[in-house]
């Protein structure tokens, strides 16, 4: 239970902290809210040899709406991003997830930066982005980048992100429809998700469909033909590739998905 | 690494390995013995402490992380005058401990969680304590402290 | 009015609350200074032959003080012989000769998680760093997981032994005991494997000084502890001390000490060097007990009116890959296989098979809830069978309140009950009537949701080994304080609470004037400790008893100091003074006879037992509300009673059934320790293993019941794993209740939402 030996480095701005990764090769990571890394690396399931923590860069923390489009910080909390009001008004979706990722002790650490970069298609913020439209903003040793989320997922714990290039900030676009909803099975409370749906207007985004968050597309172009939202879940399921594990059989997700999304497709319609 | 930590209002600084827990800070550098470690994959809570005012799992987290910033303990709930915390008098008032392994951290839980909903609701306080995993007593009197406590603070 | 039965908070809890206990990796003793720290290498392999261990790399590490395996453990006496008892000659407790469990693994691991090094270093960071730089070569051997494998006995674990089959009774004869049933149905169930999950996991600190060996252990038994530590290291018990500090939870499962406890006392006698060892959540998943393991054949036969004429329960108990208490478990079931009903015929059997699993001992009801568990579902398989009403035929079959004491076919005398005013109550204070209209309402609408009803009613038997008895000694000091010195070992139980206030009401010392002390063999040489529900009846009724013979001493000095005959003494225990009788004015105090009592003290020693076991009793009810798209089962009502006679303090009782609630519906819905093919385990950690959490359960309604035992004068009897045994079944039968109207007639435990729909759907399919 006691991480590999590493060596800590802190850094003070975005640049620094490009700057101490590259220095450190292929086996540095970088340290946000810790929650997703920390217990890796407790287990020894991950064993970087140098730590750059971006805790303390006070400008990858933010909220701010301009534009029609809503900027977040990187390095902000759950719990920041649950109890914004920037949030509450314009992209409740997200709002609402991230006030029920973990328990409160996970979303006071937790960042949105942490979750999106560590990619476990389980996690309920990718699904999230994706049925947002989201775009990733980073920067590393060759400049800056945006990512659009649909293109950053690549594989289980996989992103396109290079070694020694940081997540500063996601861009997402104020949701021109009233109509969200967020669906989460899981045994218990603070389980990850065996099933999640996130519906905002006519994306669906699928959590722990496959190895990365999937879009239900056949749904969606279900909907977009006139579909009514019985009908189109019942496509949920399709081009998803979800696991055989000890919660759930590959059919019971696949029927959970259906569900899911035919609930979740209700909610978001009430709220139209 | 030199890491400086405010616990409960003393400045504990010490030259610690990289990767020491804070945690293991507490307890081995600090000597405060109340914070426990009940897991390691951050689901149990007994850790629980608060950072900057907020509730955190000081096993998931650097001693590192902490340097610089301010941390309390169970044993920084009471005033030092030997009296308990309104917290701590809601739990035994309530029987809402039995070993006592898991209660620092779910003292500290609650504290935090009182701190950010004065008045929640059964279904609240179950929700925010999911974090705490307690084996001897099933919740029932824990969540019967928390909502007590709650009552004691409202004005009439 | 007497302090006994009102509710009484705890005097523990100031302390627990502001500087959070003292439990072993708190310990600051001087003695153990700068102890070293042990960290184990354990087996990744199930089932192997141990073909080389290179520590060279891990000695050259930083901070290694020592890399230890079973070459040099050549320090300590041969394992135990057989002990000969097996089967149904006597009571199947571990075995040894063929079946021994070594210390560290010698030549052969068979479970995952085995020990078979340690490392010793300064602190535990490079404990960890150290022990992964142990080499072994393992020679795989073919693996044995589950009762399938284990019985076709090619793969074995002990070959001397020529079988995994360890203990085994003879299987009864049906005969004719269901030829005369109208209706019969039989069923194969599982009762799953289970981790304690105590919060505080194992962990033992000992020093080796001056020819005496210290051990603190996380212990329910300091003094059995003690006993084993002597034998397994070949000491004289009075040359070793075992303190129990705080512990954070035990539930069976530290009983003693254990393997893994032994190899750090060992370390230290064999290194010089104070050692200490806390484990971590993974290596207790791994390698502390698990609970349970059955597989039960249940076979129930009555008539349509009702009435149960014969029951059949054949257990398959998985020990696990050596025989701790396994073997012992089974018998419990057995014992208490006909639960609170009168069945003129009761069948059973039992074999216990090894397997390449962690080993199976007590948890929380240890044997008792898998008894309950199978009856309780075969009175629901029976119900619906011939379409009665469950409660109804409980009602039919309990045992009538003027049957007491009522002799089981199964050989369990139960001393006292009321289990029809049990199961009524909870009926009418659960409004049970309403609940199935509820359920009915929404059946036929259709509901998504739907509501369950389950029904579970018991008995059970605690003080098992009441022949064991228990000690207590209490000493009253010239200041007017009292200790008591109690050979109970409370592990959140509140007994430091529950001991002073029998002091309080038999003498009129205040409770904040009595010290309550346990868990130190120095302080207290003998005495059993705390398990099978034993403390209140056994423990409890000790203090009381020292407190009369204190009493009485004391009346004796006082009537000298007062110059009046003993018969005129009388104490006034609301004042805590002695006084001559019709003269108020004339009193001593109880400072002033004990200083009277000089040299000699004022004291008493007690080792007390009344020999028999008692058996609360009770019935609980649990609504459960099932998502039938999804399987998900939420439990929204638990109501219950659990009647263990007279309550000395109804908080300390509450708690008690709180917790056993808690971890018998934790049973039914979430929990199960799970093996792969090849002995690896898939829930290793607290992501996987599922224990309840607040968000999943509901406040619990507990009503009151106190059919007072009849063998002590406390009219106690045990109440701490009641609850547990109770829980369990009716939390699995209101899950099926709740979809038996789509076809569905069992689940399996745990009713995870995947098994629910699949049950759902199967019954559809099957219509």
């Known amino acids: 239970m006691i991480p590999a030996p590493f060596t800590y480095r802190r850094a003070a701005s975005v640049d620094h902290a490009i700057e101490l990764a590259a220095g450190a090769g292929e086996d540095a990571k970088f340290l946000a809210g810790g929650h997703s890394l920390m217990p890796l690396m407790k287990l020894r399931l991950a064993v970087p040899d140098t730590l750059v923590d971006i805790g303390r860069i006070g400008e990858l923390s933010h909220i701010s709406e301009h534009d029609g489009q809503v900027a977040i910080g990187a390095m902000t909390t759950h719990d920041e991003i649950a109890r914004s009001g920037v949030l509450a008004a314009s992209v409740p979706l997200l709002a609402q997830v991230a006030g029920r990722i973990g328990d409160p002790q996970v979303r006071h650490c937790g960042t949105i930066g942490g979750s999106l970069a560590h990619a476990d298609p389980a996690a309920d913020l990718p699904a999230v982005m994706l049925a947002l439209d989201a775009t990733l903003v980073a920067r590393g040793p060759a400049g800056t980048r945006e990512i659009g989320a649909a293109d950053f997922f690549l594989g289980l714990f996989e992103t396109v992100l290079a070694p020694a290039e940081l997540l500063t900030e996601i861009r997402i676009p104020k949701p021109a429809s009233a109509a969200w909803s967020f669906q989460k099975f899981s045994k218990r409370g603070i389980d990850w998700a065996i099933v999640g749906v996130a519906v905002q207007g006519g994306n669906v985004g699928l959590v722990n469909m496959g190895s990365t968050p999937l879009r239900a597309s056949v749904t969606e172009q279900a909907l977009a033909s006139g579909a009514s939202p019985e009908a189109a879940a019942a496509h949920a399921a399709e081009g998803t590739s979800p696991a055989d594990d000890l919660n759930a059989p590959r059919a019971y997700r696949e029927h959970l998905a259906r569900v899911l999304v035919r609930r979740a497709l209700d909610e978001a319609g009430t709220r139209a | ?156 | ?767």
Not at chain 3, 305 to 311: E, K, S, V
Not at chain 3, 394 to 419: H, M
């Open chain 3, 1 to 767: 009015m007497s302090i006994l039965g009102t509710r009484v908070l705890r005097t523990e809890d100031p302390r627990l609350l502001t500087d959070g206990g003292t439990y072993v990796d708190d310990v600051r003793d001087p003695e153990l200074g700068r102890a070293a720290r042990v960290t184990f290498v354990r087996s990744p392999v199930a089932h192997a032959l141990i073909t080389g261990i290179d520590t060279s790399a891990a000695k050259k590490a930083a901070g290694v003080i020592a890399v230890l395996t079973a070459a040099d453990m050549d320090d300590l006496p041969p394992p135990p012989p057989d002990s000969g008892l097996t089967g149904t000659e006597g009571l199947p407790f571990p075995l040894g000769g063929v079946w021994s469990e070594p210390l560290l693994a010698v030549d052969r691991v068979r479970f995952v998680g085995e020990p078979v090094a340690i490392v010793i270093t300064d602190d535990r960071y490079q404990g960890e760093d150290a022990a992964e730089l142990v080499s072994v070569d393992y020679d795989p051997l073919s693996v044995v997981v589950g009762f399938d494998r284990a019985l076709a006995d090619d793969s074995l674990l002990f070959p001397e032994a020529g079988t995994n089959v360890a203990v085994s009774t003879e299987t009864p004869a049906e005969g004719t005991a269901f030829d005369a049933c109208e209706v019969v149905v039989e069923r194969t169930i599982t009762n799953q494997r289970l981790a304690p999950v105590p919060m505080e996991g194992r962990a033992v600190a000992a020093r080796w000084a001056d020819e005496k060996l210290t051990v603190w252990a996380s212990t329910q038994n300091a003094q059995i502890a003690r006993f084993i530590l002597a034998g397994a290291m070949g000491l004289d018990p009075a040359k070793i001390r075992v303190v129990a500090p705080d512990v954070g939870g035990g539930f069976g499962a530290k009983i003693g000490v254990d393997r893994d406890g032994l190899i750090v006392a060992w370390a230290a006698k064999h290194t010089g060097r104070a050692v200490r060892w806390s484990e971590t959540r993974s290596e207790n998943l791994l390698a502390m007990t698990h609970g349970r393991a059955q597989r039960q054949i249940i076979k129930i036969g009555g008539n349509r009116d009702g009435r149960i004429l014969a029951y059949r329960l054949e257990i398959l108990q998985d020990t696990g890959a050596f025989l701790r208490l396994g073997g012992f478990l089974p018998f419990l079931t057995s014992l208490m296989a006909a639960g609170p009903y009168d069945i003129a015929q009761v069948q059973t059997s039992y074999r216990v098979i090894v397997s390449n699993t962690a080993p199976i001992n007590a948890y929380r009801g240890a044997g008792r809830p898998e008894a309950t568990a199978a009856i309780e579902r075969a009175i629901d398989l029976f119900a619906g069978e011939i379409g009665m009403d469950p409660g109804e035929v409980r009602r039919i079959n309990l045992v009538p309140a003027d049957k007491f004491p009522f002799t089981s076919p199964c050989g369990a005398t139960y001393d006292t009950g009321d289990y029809i005013g049990a199961l009524d109550k909870v009926l009418a204070g659960a409004g049970y009537d309403e609940l199935r209209a509820e359920q009915a309402a929404r059946r036929q609408r259709g509901d998504v949701r739907q509501l369950g009803i389950g029904l579970a009613s018991y008995v059970e038997i605690t003080a098992a080994d009441a022949d064991g008895g228990e000690t207590a000694r209490l000493v009253v000091h010239d200041d007017g304080t009292a200790t008591v010195y109690t050979g109970s070992s409370a592990h959140g139980q509140g007994h430091h609470t529950a001991w002073a206030m029998l002091v309080e009401a038999e003498l009129g010392i205040p409770m904040d004037k009595v010290t309550v002390i346990h868990g130190d063999t120095d302080l207290i040489p003998g005495g059993v400790g705390t398990y099978a529900s034993r403390s209140l009846q056994l423990g409890g009724v000790a203090v009381q008893k020292a407190a009369v013979e204190v009493r009485e001493q004391a009346r004796a000095l006082a009537a000298e100091m007062l110059e009046a005959s003993e018969a005129d003494l009388e104490l006034d225990v609301d004042r805590g003074v002695w006084q001559v009788r019709g003269d108020p004015a004339t009193t001593t105090t109880w400072a002033q006879v004990a200083a009277h009592a000089g040299e000699a003290g004022l004291a008493a020693d007690v080792n007390y037992t009344d020999g028999k076991p008692t058996f609360p009793f009770g019935t609980h009810l649990a609504v459960t509300e099932v998502d039938t798209e999804t399987g998900q089962a939420r439990l929204i009502r638990h109501v219950t009673i659990d009647d263990a006679g007279t309550v000395l303090n109804p908080v300390l009782a509450e708690g008690q059934r709180h917790g056993g609630i808690a971890q018998g519906v934790a049973q039914a819905l979430l929990e199960e320790m799970v093996y792969d093919e090849e002995g690896n385990p898939v829930t290793g950690t607290l992501v996987d293993y599922a224990i309840v959490t607040a968000a999943e359960l509901p406040s619990f309604e507990l009503l009151s019941s106190e059919t007072p035992a009849a063998i002590n004068p406390l009219g106690a009897k045990g109440i701490g794993e009641a609850g547990t045994i109770g829980a369990t079944p009716a939390a699995q039968n209101s899950v099926i209740d709740a979809v038996s109207h789509l076809g569905v007639r069992h689940i399996d435990m745990p009713l995870t939402p995947a098994r629910v729909w699949a049950a759902i759907s199967e019954a559809r399919e099957a219509r």
């Open chain 2, 1 to 156: 690494m030199k890491v400086t930590v405010t616990v409960n209002g003393d400045e504990v600084a010490a030259d610690v390995p990289d990767r020491t827990l804070l945690v293991h800070f507490l307890r081995d550098v600090a000597g405060l013995t109340a914070t426990n470690v009940g897991c390691d994959t951050s689901s149990c809570g007994a850790c629980t402490v608060l950072l900057d005012g907020r509730s955190v799992k000081s096993c998931t987290v650097l001693a590192a992380q902490a340097d610089e910033r301010s941390v309390t303990t169970a044993e920084g709930l009471s005033d030092g005058s030997g009296e308990l915390h309104q917290v701590q008098r809601a739990f035994r008032a309530e029987h809402g401990l039995q070993c006592g392994f898991c209660t620092p951290g779910m003292v500290m839980a609650s504290v935090s969680l009182l701190a950010e909903n004065p008045s929640p609701t059964e279904d609240e306080v179950r929700t925010a304590l999911e974090g705490n995993l307690c084996r001897c007593t099933g919740y029932h009197n824990i969540v019967r402290a928390v909502l007590a406590a709650a009552s004691e603070r409202r004005p009439n």
